[in-house]
């Protein structure tokens, strides 16, 4: 073969290789983005925008630009920014659902205490 | 000899900037006082032990780019490891919550369940008491042999208690009277009618008047006995409203009478019967 060609073959092969890693889909960067979408979607539904407006935008803020990131290939960032939309996403559900907890606790106390006074009350010879 | 000190000098000064000052880094002081938060609080470690593992591992991911002054690579395991630390806490906090509340439902029920048992001892202590009047009322109306009719409850006090045509109440009338006296003292609120009633012998005036003055005795002794006046009515009925034949002694006996009607308890006067 000749020697020439060779090289040629190599050098086209090396650059359509670079070309389709840097033009393939990210595998890892769409899977984290996937996730933070999901994450997302789980803090709207369960209360989010009313409890944590701030931490639910930083994550959507975050989602959107992975997405542009993935999209002009920029795959380190992507990622990066991915993560942090997911976590951020996650501490916006988990205060919604802190808020929650807290506020039937709180209502529950109360009852609690109502109770206990009429019970007592009750407990008292009637007259 | 100043040169070679002053080299000495620098050659310490030297060493001792390299050792003396480690890089610090904000994201990972950040990074590390939430963790150590989210390791101090008690619900962590029991509610959401996984997640304060998590947060410890991107820390160490952290520290690690710290050593090697990676300071690019510090950023993103030092924001993670912060924010899991604070998701760590706010699960924790909010199972904590949660296990208070239904660990509480149980306190909850059995207070209530008190509380329904107090109202029922209340409603069954009301009830016997109840029954326990009622059956006591009915022992008296029993001792009095009174018996139920429209008008209320009637004791009929036979002739026997009084002479022949004449209205004083012979001695023996005053047993059948002291038990009617102790249920009027007992039941202040009722009122008794004394009815009187003869059997067909004699006149029609004779025997509404003698009627009416039977009556009138049995009223003045009650009393006599401390019952209060405007309790007691007294009407006399005459030969009206027999209860056995005329035509024989026997049945001639049952008529004359005297009747004690005894009204509600709520003070309801006793009607007067309508003439035949």
């Known amino acids: 073969?000749?020697?020439?060609?060779?090289?040629?073959?190599?050098?086209?092969?090396?650059?359509?290789?670079?070309?389709?890693?840097?033009?393939?889909?990210?595998?890892?960067?769409?899977e984290k983005i996937a996730v933070a979408k999901a994450s997302i979607d789980r803090a709207e539904q369960s209360g989010a925008p009313q409890a944590a407006p701030v931490e639910l935008a930083a994550a959507r803020d975050k989602l959107a630009r992975a997405v542009k990131a993935n999209?002009?290939?920029?795959?380190?960032?992507?990622?990066?920014?991915?993560?942090?939309?997911?976590?951020?996403?996650?501490?916006?559900?988990?205060?919604?659902?802190?808020?929650?907890?807290?506020?039937?606790?709180t209502e529950f106390d109360a009852s609690m205490q109502t109770l206990r006074q009429e019970s007592t009350r009750a407990a008292q010879p009637a007259q | 000899m100043n040169t070679k000190l002053l080299t000495a000098m620098a050659l310490a000064l030297s060493f001792a900037g390299c050792v003396s000052t480690p890089k610090t880094y904000p994201a990972l002081d950040t990074a590390r006082t939430a963790v150590q938060?989210?390791?101090?609080?008690?619900?962590?470690?029991?509610?959401?032990?996984l997640d304060l593992q998590a947060a410890k591992g991107e820390l160490q991911a952290a520290e690690a780019a710290a050593m090697k002054h990676d300071e690019p690579g510090i950023a993103q395991p030092a924001y993670l490891a912060a924010q899991t630390a604070r998701l760590a806490q706010l699960k924790a906090s909010a199972k904590a919550d949660d296990a208070r509340v239904a660990a509480?439902?149980?306190?909850?029920?059995?207070?209530?369940?008190?509380?329904?048992?107090?109202?029922?001892?209340?409603?069954?202590?009301?009830?016997?008491?109840?029954?326990?009047?009622?059956?006591?009322?009915?022992?008296?109306l029993d001792a009095l042999k009174a018996k139920p009719t429209d008008r209320g409850l009637v004791l009929t006090l036979g002739d026997v208690l009084f002479d022949t045509?004449?209205?004083?109440?012979?001695?023996?009338?005053?047993?059948?009277?002291?038990?009617?006296?102790?249920?009027?003292?007992?039941?202040?609120?009722?009122?008794?009618?004394?009815?009187g009633y003869t059997d067909s012998v004699g006149t029609d005036s004779f025997n509404l008047d003698l009627s009416q003055r039977r009556a009138d005795t049995v009223k003045s002794v009650l009393v006599?006995?401390?019952?209060?006046?405007?309790?007691?009515?007294?009407?006399?009925?005459?030969?009206?409203?027999?209860?056995?034949?005329?035509?024989?002694?026997?049945?001639?006996?049952?008529?004359?009478?005297?009747e004690i009607v005894i009204g509600g308890e709520n003070g309801e006067a006793v009607a007067a019967r309508g003439r035949s």
Do not use: W
């Open chain 1, 1 to 30: 073969m000749d020697r020439a060609f060779s090289k040629f073959a190599l050098a086209l092969l090396a650059t359509t290789a670079a070309a389709a890693a840097a033009f393939a889909a990210n595998p890892i960067a769409d």
């Open chain 1, 71 to 105: 999209a002009d290939h920029d795959r380190k960032p992507a990622v990066l920014l991915a993560d942090q939309a997911n976590i951020d996403a996650q501490v916006a559900e988990a205060m919604a659902l802190q808020a929650r907890s807290r506020k039937a606790a």
């Open chain 2, 37 to 49: 938060s989210a390791e101090a609080d008690p619900n962590v470690s029991k509610y959401a032990a």
């Open chain 2, 104 to 140: 509480g439902q149980t306190d909850r029920n059995r207070i209530q369940l008190a509380a329904r048992t107090t109202e029922v001892d209340t409603a069954k202590e009301a009830r016997d008491q109840a029954n326990l009047k009622a059956s006591g009322l009915q022992a008296e």
């Open chain 2, 165 to 195: 045509g004449r209205a004083e109440l012979n001695p023996g009338a005053a047993r059948n009277l002291d038990q009617l006296v102790q249920f009027l003292t007992a039941h202040p609120d009722r009122r008794v009618e004394i009815d």
């Open chain 2, 224 to 258: 006599t006995r401390g019952i209060d006046s405007s309790r007691i009515a007294s009407r006399g009925y005459g030969k009206e409203f027999g209860v056995a034949s005329n035509a024989d002694s026997g049945g001639r006996q049952l008529n004359r009478r005297v």
